[in-house]
């Protein structure tokens, strides 16, 4: 993939987050051969970390809005997977999104939705990928959404 990824997300009005450094016993990403595997990046932004639960007291717009948070942290960590050179990234595979919600909510695609818009907006179809969208009875440190990735290098 031939993007600059800074551009993209400049005429999106985004930035790159820094990479977050991993919380616990793991490793932000591993490469095993074509294959990048990005740890969960939970729901983070310029204010800290984005909490609630989906279908108590948050809306699906403000959940989509976390997603898309969750979706930056990822771009952020394949860059660094990467070295900065993110033409190494051929494509997004698989999101994996964890919703953190009611047992009555059910627009769990809606809110991941945010981060896979993200993504085709940014890598355009090479950002097109597969994707489950999970309700979670809870998430790390209460947090509203966490999502995985797999991207193929070339």
Request: charged content about 15%.
């Amino acid at each position: 993939m031939s993007i600059d990824l800074m551009a993209k997300l400049a005429d999106l009005d985004l930035t790159l987050p820094d990479a977050p450094a991993p919380a616990a016993n793991y490793v932000p990403y591993v490469q095993s051969g074509a294959q990048l595997f990005i740890s969960g990046q939970i729901s983070n932004g310029p204010d800290g970390l984005i909490l609630g639960k989906l279908g108590a007291d948050m809306t699906t717009a403000e959940g989509a809005a976390a997603a898309q948070t969750c979706a930056l942290a990822l771009l952020a960590q394949a860059n660094a997977a990467v070295g900065g050179d993110f033409s190494k990234i051929k494509r997004l595979v698989k999101l994996v999104g964890f919703v953190n919600s009611t047992p009555e909510f059910t627009e769990q695609p809606k809110v991941v939705n945010g981060a896979s818009d993200l993504m085709v907006a940014v890598l355009g179809e090479a950002g097109r990928h597969a994707r489950s969208a999970v309700s979670a009875a809870s998430l790390p440190l209460g947090v509203a959404v966490e999502i995985e990735a797999i991207f193929e290098l070339n």
